[in-house]
């Protein structure tokens, strides 16, 4: 059974920083496009980060580029979301997602309503 464990997310103040994890059962993470996207309450899913299976090259999300680091620990089968300089408007459930095949990482952050591994997401909540 495929399975993705997200964990990492708490309560930060603004200007804090945190690192999301996402781990893998079932499977290796290492030959799948994975992806991080968030859901603030009363909106729509949205891709924040997302790293190809094949050369690595990573997509980010305007509102999170150089505060937000994709990486992959093939090790750990982990894929990771370091985020920096935290803001209120970052709140939400952030979710991380895999496929197979030959994903852009623009691609696969987009087209999320494809995507069928999910994990349970983790809650990141900026506050003073």
């Known amino acids: 059974q495929l399975q993705l464990v997200e964990s990492g997310g708490g309560l930060v103040q603004p200007g804090g920083s945190l690192r999301l994890s996402c781990a893998a059962s079932g499977f290796t993470l290492e030959y799948y496009a994975v992806g991080w996207f968030r859901q603030a309450p009363g909106k729509e899913r949205e891709g924040v980060s997302c790293?190809?299976?094949?050369?690595?090259?990573?997509y980010y999300a305007d509102s999170v580029k150089g505060r937000f680091t994709i990486s992959r620990d093939n090790a750990k089968n982990t894929v990771s979301l370091q985020v920096n300089s935290l803001k209120f408007e970052d709140t939400a459930v952030y979710y991380c997602a895999a496929e197979r095949g030959p994903w852009s990482a623009q691609a696969l952050c987009v087209h999320l309503r494809y995507l069928e591994v999910w994990g349970q997401g983790t809650m990141v909540n900026v506050s003073s």
């Open positions: 790293i190809t299976s094949t050369d690595g090259s990573t």
